[in-house]
C-alpha cells in the first residue's frame, strides 16, 4: 500500500482533527529524518500511521488488545489511552502492510518511548509531541529548536513536561515505560 491510500483510508476512520495531527506527525518526521541522515520514507509512512488506532474507544481497545493476544497491563487497563501506540503497530502491520521492525517500534513506543530508542522511534517521539497542528504545550519553541539541534536533548525535554503533566502524585497514570524512558535519557 502506498501512502496516498493509507491516507484514504486514515481519513476515513480518524476525526478530521486527528487526521491532520497524523499528516503534521508524517511531515515533521520526514524533516527530522532529513536532518538526522534518517530514511525519510520511513519516518514519513511511521508518522503519517503512527496514530491509527486512535479512532476507538477505551473500552475497545482493550477488548481489541486481548483478542489480539496484545498484553494489557494495569495501567494500561486504567489508562486505555495508552493501549493506541501497541494496538497501532499491530494495525499498521496487519491493515496498512507494513513489516519494517523499525516503522512498527516507532508506532508501539510513541507515547511513552522507551530506553534505548533507534533513530527513526526518536524521531517519531517528537515528531509527534512538536508537529505544528498540536495545541502550544509548555515550552514548545524550545522543544521545537531543540528537535532539530539536539535529538536526545529535546526527548528529556518532552518526557520532563509529559511526568509533571501527569503529575508525580498520580504515580497509577504513569507508565513504567515512560519512567524508563526518562530514567535512561537523563544520563
Ligand atoms: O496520541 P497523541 O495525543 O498524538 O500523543 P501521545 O500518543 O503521545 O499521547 C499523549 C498523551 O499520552 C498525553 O496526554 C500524555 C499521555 N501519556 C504519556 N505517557 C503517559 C501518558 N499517559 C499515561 N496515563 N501514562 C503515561 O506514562
Ligand atoms: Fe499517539
Ligand atoms: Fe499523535
Redesign the pocket.
Known sequence: MDRVEMRERLEKKLTKKRYE?SLGVEYTAGCLAMVYGEDVEKALTAGLLH?CA?WLSGDDKIEKCEKHGLSVSDVERK?P??L??KLGAYYARTKYGIEDEDILSSIEF???GRPAMSMLEKIIFVA?YIEPNRRPLDEIEEIRREAFTDLDKCVVHIIKN?LS??GTSKSD???QM?IDTYNYYIK
Open positions: 495531527h496514530d486512535k489508562n489511552e495508552l493506541h501506540a510513541h507515547t511513552t509527534d509529559t503533566y501527569l497514570a504513569t507508565d515512560t
